[in-house]
């Protein structure tokens, strides 16, 4: 499999709601998927966290399950999957490294570390090796 280098190619209006969403899920972790066609999001599932307390994100497999077809029956793919750090930098933590199964996807985290200014980064996890191809918003 070929490595991605390019950015993530994601719309203003979907990273700000990747940061609505991960503000309005404060103190916990948010966590959804994007879906996309040839390397550009063109929509934003928010998903349900059901890991207790504020360090981790689990998300219910029968919902990931109806999304992911739902966006197969689309003719998209399941581009990015992202969660949110509440208080701690947007940079792969061991447990996201660890948890990274789908080596093929962007890993998207929203930092709101300093809640006047959320940043929210692109990453590409595979073999436990983490890449940064950027997010290029268009």
């Known amino acids: 499999m070929s490595e991605m280098v390019a950015p993530l190619r994601i719309s203003v209006a979907l990273r700000d709601e990747i940061i609505a969403h991960a503000q309005a899920e ?14 550009r999001a063109t929509r934003l599932y928010r998903l349900t966290n059901i890991e207790a307390g504020n360090r981790l994100y689990r998300v219910d497999d029968t919902e990931l399950y109806r999304v992911y077809w739902e966006i197969e029956e689309q003719g998209g793919e399941l581009l990015a999957i992202y969660h949110s750090h509440p208080a701690s930098p947007p940079y792969p933590s061991a ?15 929203c930092s709101l570390a300093d809640p006047a200014a959320p940043e929210v980064r692109a990453f590409h996890i595979r073999d436990e090796r983490i890449t940064e191809p950027g997010i290029q918003t268009v």
């Open 26 to 39: 404060l103190p916990r972790e948010c966590c959804g998927v994007i879906a996309g066609r040839a390397g």
């Open 95 to 109: 447990t996201d490294v660890s948890l990274a199964f789908w080596a093929e996807a962007y890993y998207v985290i």
